[in-house]
């Protein structure tokens, strides 16, 4: 029986090597991934928990970071970092505008059911008010400008609107790519947390979500569009 107080030697971390104080870092980063990837909140995560976690005092935590919001930033970076290649990497098999804006939802789909734990950190622990992070610099945002730019790209009739903004009534870019992401996400989470309703295939799903943002782009004065690849319809 130990009667020191401090943990078996096992649990103890091994101080790094001279020059690898970036291996710590990276180690409260993992911990702290590990931490959110069960808890139902952010406010559940603490300084103190995540040094636990890591085998460090708390005190070390800030050799690597100013506060917890630092470590929310590099940790939701790290995993929207992997959901933004695979979408990258969707995109650079397809044409650009609707071929790429589909690969890319399709991938969406894919990541989110192939990895829910993963997918469950960025989308569904709830999140908080963090005062530094800049809309234009939050860690999903690269991702969410791929979607938006090939939805963009994709834009029916986007040369023949009316010259008044009062006469066209179809969406923005900005507001369609929201209510696309908002859909996907609709479409995977329901799909994981009620696996016994019969869904249709997701891809055809997705495809739908696609053909109907691309739709709500075009205004009230072009036609309903099927913009699904031949072979889709």
Do not use: K
Request: proline residues 9%.
């Amino acid at each position: 029986m130990t009667t020191s107080g401090r943990p078996p030697a096992a649990a103890r971390r091994q101080r790094n090597p001279r020059g690898q104080g970036g291996q710590l870092r990276q180690e409260l980063i993992t911990a702290a991934r590990q931490l959110l990837a069960s808890a139902g909140a952010e406010s559940e995560l603490s300084i103190r928990g995540v040094a636990r976690a890591a085998g460090v005092h708390p005190q070390a935590f800030y050799l690597h970071f100013d506060n917890l919001d630092a470590l929310l930033y590099e940790v939701y970076a790290a995993e929207f970092s992997e959901l933004t290649t695979a979408l990258q990497q969707a995109a650079a098999g397809a044409e650009p505008g609707a071929a790429a804006l589909r690969a890319m939802c399709q991938e969406y789909a894919r990541f989110a059911l192939s990895q829910p734990a993963r997918y469950r950190l960025l989308m569904t622990v709830r999140g908080q008010h963090h005062a530094g992070w800049r809309p234009d610099q939050l860690p999903g945002a690269p991702a969410l400008r791929l979607l938006r730019e090939a939805l963009a790209a994709a834009r029916p009739g986007r040369h023949h609107f009316p010259a008044s903004p009062q006469q066209s009534r179809g969406q923005s870019p900005d507001q369609a790519v929201v209510l696309l992401w908002a859909t996907l996400h609709g479409l995977v989470t329901l799909r994981v947390s009620r696996p016994s309703f019969p869904w249709p295939p997701i891809e055809q799903l997705v495809d739908q979500a696609v053909d109907t943002s691309l739709n709500s782009l075009a205004g009230p004065q072009a036609p309903e569009l099927d913009h699904r690849r031949p072979e889709a319809r």
